[in-house]
Structure formats: C-alpha cells, structure tokens
C-alpha cells in the first residue's frame, strides 16, 4: 500500500518525540514490522496532525509489534531493558516504562504482538499458563493503512490511520468495553465527529460523490459514510461479522451510552443525536460494499438443485444461489436471509438447509464473527457471513 505522510501542525512534548524515536532506533535495527495505536495515535492524528480540538487525553502509549514467535517477543523486551531506558512492568505482561534521558519523565507503554502468535479466532493467550488473553482482532489491518508520522529531520514512524484506529476501537470495546468504562467507544465516535477534518477536499467530494450527496453536503454524517466504506473495502468477512455485531439493538444502545460517558456538553441531547446521526452514517458506509467471496463469482459453484431463475422485487434473478450470495456477501441476519427466500416461494427451513450446503462443500460459516460448530443453534437476531 503506498505510505501517506502525516506532518505535525503542533510539535509533540519532548517525552513523547524522545520516547518514539527511541523506540523507532530498536524495532527498525531489529527489522520488526510496527506501529503506534491506541489513544495516543488517535489525539496526534487528530489533534496535532490535523489542528482539531484536543480530546480525550491519554498518558499511556501503545504499540502492535510483529514478531514470529514468544522467544522473539521475549528478545525483544530483553532488547529495550539492555537501552537502559526501558523497564519491564512486572504487573502487566504487555507493559514497559520508558525514561526518557534528557527529562527524565516515565512513560507507561504497551507492546502487543500481533500476527503469527494469535489463534485463528484472533485471541492471544500469554504464556506461560495462557491465563491473560486478548483479542488482537485488526491490527494485520491496521498495519496495512497506516501513516508515516513525520517527527522532523529524516525520521518518521508508523502510526495507525483512522481507519486503523476505528478498526482497533470497535474490536476493542468488544473485547473490554465494560472494563474500560468505554473509553475505545468514546476514542470511535470522536474519530468519526472529526474525520472530515482530516479528510482531502478529493476524498471528500471526489473519491465518493455519494457520501455528500446522501447526507445533502453535511459534512459530518459523509465524512463517518466514508469511513464505514474504507472500513468494508479492507476487512475480510469474518472481521467484519464481529464488527456487525455492535450494531445489533442492544449492543448499539450500550456502545452509545458508553461514547456519551465522557463527553460533557451544555446539550446533552444536542450531542447524543449527533453521535446517533454518524455512527448511523458509518453503518451505512460499511453496509454500502459487500466483501466480495469467490463462492458466487462462477456460476459452476452453483448447486444444479438451486439453478434456475426466480423473480425476487420484480427483478429475475439467477435462483437462490445468487440471493444467499447477494445477502452473505455483506453478511446478513439470519432472519433477513430466510424472508428473502421466503418471498420467492422457498421452504421455511430453506435458510438453514442452504447454510448446511455451503458448509458441507468446504465454505466456512461465521455466526456473530465466530466460526459456526456443527450443531450450533442460530437465532433469527445471528449475524451470518461467510469466507471462502
């Protein structure tokens, strides 16, 4: 992917810049592939790369690093402490503090290894019992659209774009929303309220015509369309489907509730539709291009039984196939998937008979952005997709 430059508007405080270079001098002499996440990218991004108005603030500073395997993670720590200006946290597995030389200030960082280490779920258990487990769910992707953030002179590090940071903070609230009292819902929403600032008059007007022309030039509610639509153009199917789960009733009221928490405002109820209104737009976005998956691309993939035109909404269609396919393609309620069989004269159980097919000619399901067992009841509420 070709790097975007991001300069700074404001200089970082000079614990910050020595910490990141710092860091920078080792991974880079190490030949390890990271980038800085977390809070702290989301406030230089906005804040300092962009002018927006500071928000959250945030003295810790986090990092995915990729490394092989635990011995190299372990290498790597072992590394830092050898700089004389890193510290193991002996509470936190994940954790270092950083002395920054010239100030002598500490700063608490996070190292969370990414990539061949994690469970084909996107957990990573930590040896050596396996006791602490995180999801590391985005950060191949993040890693993938990040920025170089310039410090000045020739140095620049790797940082996580928006959509790298929105991607890390909806599979984080999922993952410890209730223990962080939604602070990564409240980091998402402030990315989405200021993500047209950061944008180019071309990503706003050009590269999608129909996010400004939806929202009647209303910058905010297009700026969050936009985002929802990068977010689907470069997630695959099963991150996805744990994406879509956010915005199931009950989990979009709470993630809401928790994006409100912090945020005082002389009008609440000014601020609280404001967050309903672009995070409604993010939704649409990331509905508006479905993940394309190689089982509906070749008609020969079509079972002969389910072969044959239909008429669905007035419009012929090639058989069922092409409708699961339509609907799996963006990931589908199961309740959606068998209306819309329904509609064209199929068997109530048509839904779950034809996910049985699917699987049993080697497509992998995922129910709720879980890969689904045999046997497995879904309700009609359960979030279907699939990935060839």
């Not at 929105?166 to 998402?188: E, H, M, N, P, S």
């Not at 912090?262 to 990331?286: K, M, Q």
Request: glycine residues 10%; hydrophobic residues 40%; proline residues 5%.
């Amino acid at each position: 992917m070709t790097a975007t430059w991001l300069d700074l508007k404001y200089p970082l405080d000079p614990s910050t810049d020595g910490l990141l270079r710092d860091l920078d001098d080792l991974l880079k002499g190490l030949g390890i592939p990271y980038l800085l996440t977390g809070a702290m990218a989301r406030e230089i991004l906005l804040h300092y790369g962009h002018g927006c108005n500071a928000g959250r603030k945030t003295t810790d500073v986090d990092f995915g690093v990729t490394v092989p395997s635990w011995e190299a993670y372990k290498n790597l720590l072992d590394s830092l402490e050898a700089t004389g200006r890193f510290k193991r946290d002996p509470s936190q597995v994940q954790r270092m503090t950083h002395t920054n030389a010239q100030t002598g200030f500490r700063t608490s960082i996070d190292l969370v290894p990414f990539g061949a280490l994690a469970a084909s779920d996107g957990t990573l258990a930590w040896p050596p019992e396996g006791d602490h487990v995180m999801r590391i769910l985005g950060y191949d992707q993040a890693l993938d659209c990040a920025v170089q953030l310039k410090l000045g002179g020739d140095r620049s590090i790797p940082m996580a774009s928006a959509l790298g940071l929105a991607i890390l903070k909806l599979v984080a609230w999922l993952d410890r929303g209730k223990q962080t009292r939604g602070k990564d819902a409240v980091d998402f929403i402030e990315l989405l309220l200021r993500h047209g600032e950061t944008l180019s008059e071309q990503e706003l007007w050009d590269d999608y015509p129909e996010a400004m022309a939806t929202y009647e030039q209303n910058q905010g509610p297009a700026a969050a369309w936009i985002l929802g639509r990068r977010m689907s153009e470069h997630i695959d199917l099963s991150l996805r489907g744990i994406i879509q789960t956010i915005f199931q009733p009950e989990p979009r009221v709470l993630f809401l509730n928790h994006a409100l928490s912090d945020r005082w405002s002389l009008d609440p109820a000014a601020r609280a539709t404001e967050a309903e209104i672009v995070l409604g737009a993010f939704e649409a976005g990331l509905n508006s291009h479905p993940t394309k998956s190689r089982l509906f691309e070749r008609k020969r993939d079509m079972p002969a039984s389910y072969e044959g035109d239909a008429l669905h909404g007035g419009k012929k269609v090639d058989g069922v196939n092409t409708i699961v396919g339509n609907l799996l393609e963006r990931g589908a309620k199961m309740e959606e998937l068998q209306k819309a069989l329904t509609d064209i004269g199929r068997r109530e159980n048509a839904a779950r008979q034809h996910l049985t097919f699917l699987e049993k000619n080697g497509q992998r399901l995922f129910v709720n952005g879980e890969p689904y067992q045999k046997g497995h009841k879904i309700n009609p509420g359960d979030w279907i997709t699939l990935n060839s």
